[in-house]
């Protein structure tokens, strides 16, 4: 299990937006007991972990007399203070994913030793690799943004509304492949994660007056996603983009569409 910082518990638990003071030290006990050896805490602990979170302190006459009325905790070893299980199992399912170690690729080989390839193969693999993360936050911001735009004007049945006979035979014959080979990963949970690029330019197109209002010249988007579909098929293929304009003509193109949607609200 990897070990979480305080600080970090705070920001993922929000702990400063408590309502109540005694819930913000509920979370703290659970994360003590958590990272700790030991499975009971002390009123002076709790205030420490207060001060860790630059919080108020909190008055340990009051603190004793909360944690003696709160059904979800109960007393522990030597008159300190625990959770009871069924909270425990609660913020366990909540919480538990912040201390499971990220899963890393590492590579267990040095990429020097490839045969055939020279060290200008390798650089161009790191090079190709690092474009590739633009790209793939490029092309999933896009359709988060196509999904928010649809979903917020046709409501949960957004889908059927602007789906066509192409788009439903593609969608279906590929989830239909997912479901029959189980060892693929999901594309994602929304149908436009089943689509090509080019459809979503489709897409946009036949609802000019939804995006608009967001982004005045569809020009921008035409050819920042003509230009992200050349390249992306490309790197799909494991080809490698030469031209050193081209790469940073994707570089502006994905900072120009961060600026123009960075500050929308839909």
Request: hydrophobic share 40%; proline share 2%.
């Amino acid at each position: 299990m990897m070990k979480l910082k305080f600080d970090d518990f705070c920001k993922a638990s929000e702990i400063a937006f408590q309502k109540k003071k005694i819930d913000a030290a509920v979370l703290i006990i659970w994360y003590h007991q958590k990272v700790s050896n030991r499975n009971s805490i002390s009123i002076n602990e709790i205030n420490n972990y207060f001060k860790q979170a630059h919080l108020p302190e909190y008055n340990k006459f009051r603190l004793s007399e909360h944690l003696r009325l709160d059904k979800r905790i109960t007393k522990g070893e030597n008159g300190n203070y625990k959770l009871n299980r069924a909270i425990l199992e609660v913020l366990d399912q909540k919480f538990n994913h912040l201390f499971e170690d990220e899963t890393k690729i590492q590579l267990q080989i040095s990429l020097e030793n490839t045969p055939f390839l020279e060290n200008t193969d390798i650089e161009n693999a790191h090079k190709m690799a690092e474009l590739y993360l633009i790209i793939f936050c490029f092309e999933n911001s896009a359709r988060h943004f196509i999904l928010k735009i649809f979903s917020s004007n046709f409501g949960e049945d957004w889908w059927n509304i602007i789906k066509n006979t192409d788009f439903k035979k593609k969608v279906e014959e590929r989830m239909s492949r997912e479901q029959k080979l189980k060892w693929i990963c999901q594309r994602g949970t929304s149908p436009l994660f089943y689509l090509d690029w080019s459809d979503l330019l489709k897409i946009i197109r036949k609802y000019e007056n939804l995006f608009t209002p967001f982004i005045a010249d569809l020009k921008f988007i035409e050819l920042r996603f003509e230009e992200l579909e050349r390249v992306r098929n490309i790197i799909a293929h494991n080809g490698i983009i030469p031209d050193k304009n081209d790469i940073n003509r994707l570089i502006l193109y994905f900072q120009d569409w961060c600026k123009q949607l960075k500050k929308l609200s839909i």
